[in-house]
């Protein structure tokens, strides 16, 4: 029997609070750059310990740091005059027996590929230059992955999901989402979207980063603010029937000609630095009205660090669980180091809902738990985001 406790508390749905503030970097933001090459370079090292050994090995790379560069744009041009640093550090598995392996050139090389096919206008050849420092794991922690059977926890730590999201949350994420899709070759991929809903109005503020040598002046700079306003407003609409308001690039100056203008379409170029962790959750999104973890996730091995998996899997626990119907579901699942992560020190439900969901609630929970390791499986294939 696992440790399940399923709760129904009397408390008041976020959706009918006054007050709500979420928050969304977008895949071009420092922060989210850090966690999206962790987790290349992760997923990498999962794929070439099986094609070697037919088994993942140790290794956490959530450890990536950004350095912000020096650029000079303008319109219709500019240049990056001092590159953007990306250090890689973490642990991995570097040899087994006399074989060494080379994490530090596969790790490199995932960082630049995962930048080539994210970040469209930044040249990874000279914009940016990569280091790492990649060491061997610890002893301990290594012969906690090694065991047989259903993997070992590797820290003492928890997992945090809700579900379902509200429509302040799905607005929010799916603004950044919808901006990135728009084919708008003057937008950036460094996108930050906060949202402020103060009871039946929801007032976005966007952050884009322009890219300058597809905007010819300020009229041009101008009138691509002027779409985009148009476009996200129509696109509102469609996700609430709520009061939204939306202001663009705010920290803007027309009259001074300070504007959010960029050479690369991101905003680490000229000095802001980014790391793992320090943005958005496996939901996509920093909701600081929701219990969170502050746990880093991307790049974590996907075997049996339960900062990852725990995460990830209340996430899928607390969706299937809203699934049946709950009005709203928060789940965190408790671990302790060296025990089974199909058997959590505490599984903790608390429902907003009907009371008869009960049996099904623990259902789903036992389902999950007992089969853990597909989120290892969907995390080697991508099938899951971690920010």
């Known amino acids: 029997m ?8 009397n408390v008041v749905p976020l959706e009918k609070q006054v007050i709500e503030l979420v928050e969304r970097k977008g ?20 794929r070439e310990y099986i094609d070697r050994y037919g088994k993942i ?10 350095v912000g560069g020096r650029a000079e744009p303008e319109f219709g041009g500019g240049e990056v005059k001092k590159s953007i640093y990306i250090l890689l550090g973490g642990r991995a598995t570097t040899w087994v027996g006399k074989e060494t392996i080379p994490v530090g ?11 080539r096919k994210n970040i469209k206008n930044l040249d990874v050849d000279s914009h940016v230059k990569i280091e790492q420092m990649l060491g061997q794991g610890s002893a301990d922690l290594m012969g906690v992955f090694e065991q047989e059977g259903i993997p070992r926890a590797n820290d003492t730590s928890f997992g945090v999901g809700f579900a379902p999201m509200t429509a302040t949350e799905r607005l929010v994420l799916e603004t950044e989402r919808y901006i990135s899709k728009l084919g708008f070759k003057e937008i950036g991929e460094d996108v930050k979207v906060m949202g402020l809903r103060n009871g039946d109005k929801i007032k976005l503020t966007v952050a884009c980063a322009m890219v300058s040598k597809y905007i010819s002046d300020m009229d041009h700079y101008r009138s691509v603010i002027d779409k985009l306003y148009t476009k996200l407003n129509s696109f509102a609409s469609k996700i609430t029937d709520k009061d939204v308001s939306i202001d663009i690039n705010t920290a803007d100056d027309y009259e001074k000609g300070i504007i959010y203008l960029t050479v690369t379409g991101i905003s680490a170029e000229q000095g802001d630095d980014g790391s793992v962790g320090r943005g958005n959750r496996v939901n996509g999104l920093i909701t600081p009205y929701r219990p969170m973890s502050l746990e880093a996730s991307s790049g974590k091995n996907p075997v049996n660090h339960v900062g990852k998996i725990y995460n990830l899997l209340s996430k899928k626990i607390a969706e299937e669980i ?14 302790q180091i060296g ?36 989120i290892t499986e969907m995390c080697v294939k991508g099938e899951l985001t971690t920010f």
């Open 322 to 335: 809203a699934e049946e119907g709950a009005e709203q579901v928060y789940v965190k699942l408790l671990s």
């Open 339 to 374: 025990k089974p992560i199909d058997q959590p020190l505490i599984a903790s439900i608390h429902i907003i809902g009907d009371k008869r969901l009960k049996k099904k609630v623990r259902r789903i929970v036992d389902y999950w738990l007992e089969n853990v390791t597909r």
């Open 27 to 46: 895949i071009g933001h420092p922060d989210s750059l850090c966690d999206g090459i962790a987790e290349s370079i992760s997923r990498t090292l999962c």
């Open 57 to 66: 090995l140790h290794h956490n790379t959530d450890q990536v740091e950004i």
């Open 105 to 115: 050139d596969i790790a490199i090389n995932a960082a630049r590929e995962y930048l």
């Open 2 to 9: 696992r440790n399940i406790v399923i709760e129904f508390p």
